[in-house]
């Protein structure tokens, strides 16, 4: 049912009671008090439970009524002509008996009244349809009562315990309805529809007694508003479930509120006692939700997905409100951002969120950075000699734990038993933790800070590390083996022999093959006289070396092949 003002319309023919209209008199209906056939007689065969209120003289009434003399004759019905009889009581407009009998009704109760002629059509009748001096009996069933004098009235059964904002002139809503009359017979209802009404409100776009009804009502609230019908459809109706001057009785529960000119609301929970940085436009968050509507529908949750929801802000990636309702968080937050329809899914919607709805989001801040940020390093603990600094290629020994900013551990080699080691600078391990352990002294400990695209990037690692994660390793180097100097995997430690060569060669048959070489690089290490580089496989290195050597790939390296590493610019060999 849409709820529109009244507009201006032809007036259907007016509803006669053939019978009444004939002499000029309205339908009668019972009166007060029993008594013989000369008085007025009133029998109630149904009254209702609750009646709030009963006919006086001077109101407006609508009933259904059977006119029969005292043999059972009908003599008239209004449901025969499928409209009840609409009449003011206690004007003249009905004979005397029926004015009495409606006083003191209640809607859907229902009266047997005997009327005496006296009180009728008295010694003249109605010719050819009432005899003279005839008895009448109405069999009346009263729909509907009002007075000029009323206004809407309002009866609130539920209000929630908080309520921050109530319906103001040229709000929008969104509600649910069941519209039924007086006696409670159902002529429309939102439910069935599965489908909100949705309106300004206070602006002329529904009914006066629907716009006056729905004022100060808060999100959540149910009342039941009854509108007289001049604050309805009038005299006409709506021309099709609404009869003329009929009441109306609105059930209504209200879903939803906003206004136009509405921006987010924001309201913080948590804030970290430590909040070093705040969100700006840019970056690039990692964040938990529940999504509801403002009657506390739900319609998403990140969580129900077990993984964060992750966009860059202030860019238009989310909608307009989130945009703006994630600026200015810290890390591990939790606000709740409350986003008017023109700054989130607008009037049409999306999905299971409906058109102009108002959308409520919980959310926790997991992490954030900037494309733009480097690794952050903080140290906590410095021995007293810490002279000695890490670098590229030294070979480093040491322990970490690994989480996520929110806390949330991935890994421990304190809980594994063992160091995790590797070569500086060599690719062994993401690029922000390669530029987290230098200049780093052994028993140091620090707390490295690496953004994504220094770390795991968008993918992350599959069931270990979530994408677009900022990870926080805090580490404690426990060895450090310097490495050689760039681009060399072995050097001498002493005076190279002019004899190199031969020294190597045994056997002395001019060749020198991969075991005695082999053979001779281990012999050199093992004396102190020559270095390997620190945490590579040392057979590997050997191999690599002696393949620089033998220039043609015959598996020796004879004289004219064998060359140092100062002779050489394109090799890693001696």
Sequence with gaps: MAFRARGSRPLPPPLLLLLLWVTGQAAPVAGLGLGSDAELQIERRFVPDECPRTVRSGDFVRYHYVGTFPDGQKFD???????????????????AGMDQALVGMCVNERRFVKIPPKLAYGSEGVSGVIPPNSVLHFDVLLMDIWNSEDEVQIHTYFKPPSCSRTIQVSDFVRYHYNGTFLDGTLFDSSHNRMKTYDTYVGIGWLIPGMDKGLLGMCVGEKR?????????????GDGKDIPGQASLVFDVALLDLHNPKDSISIENKVIPANCERR??????????????????????????????????????????????????VCIGEKRRIVVPP????????????????????????????????????????????????????????????ASLLDGTLLDSTWNLGKTYN???????????????????????????????????????????????????????????????????????????SPNLFEEIDKDGNGEVLLEEFSEYIHAQVATGKGKLAPGFDAEMIVKNMFTNQDRNGDGKVVAEEFKLKDQETKHDEL
């Excluded at 209004?78 to 003249?92: E, L, P, Q």
């Excluded at 997991?366 to 690794?375: E, R, T, W, Y």
């Design 224 to 236: 039941i508003i009854t509108i007289p019908p001049f604050l309805a459809y009038g005299e006409d």
């Design 77 to 95: 019905s209004s449901y025969d002509r499928g409209s009840t009889f609409n009449v003011f009581v206690g004007k003249g407009q009905l004979i």
């Design 422 to 496: 590797i070569v500086l600078g060599s690719g062994q391990v993401v690029l922000g933790m390669d530029m987290g352990l230098r200049e780093m002294c052994v028993g140091e400990k620090r707390t490295v800070v690496i953004p994504p695209h220094l770390g795991y990037g968008e993918a992350g690692v599959d069931g270990e590390v979530p994408g677009s994660a900022v990870l926080v390793f805090d580490i404690e180097l426990l060895e450090l083996v310097a490495g050689l100097p760039e681009g060399y995997m072995f050097i001498w430690n002493s005076e190279v």
């Design 342 to 401: 023109h700054l989130g899914y607008g009037e049409e919607g999306r999905g299971n969120i409906p058109g102009s709805a108002v959308l409520v989001f919980d959310i926790h801040v997991i992490d954030f950075h900037n494309p733009s940020d480097s690794i952050s390093i903080t140290s906590h603990y410095k021995p007293p000699d810490c002279s000695v600094l890490s670098k590229k290629g030294d070979y480093l020994k040491y322990h970490y734990n």
């Design 279 to 328: 969100s700006q436009i840019g970056d690039f968050l990692r964040y938990h939700y529940n999504g509801t509507l403002l009657d506390g529908t739900f319609f998403d949750s990140s969580y129900s997905r077990n993984r964060t929801f992750d966009t860059y802000i202030g860019q238009g990636y989310v909608i307009p409100g989130m945009d703006e309702g994630l600026l200015g």
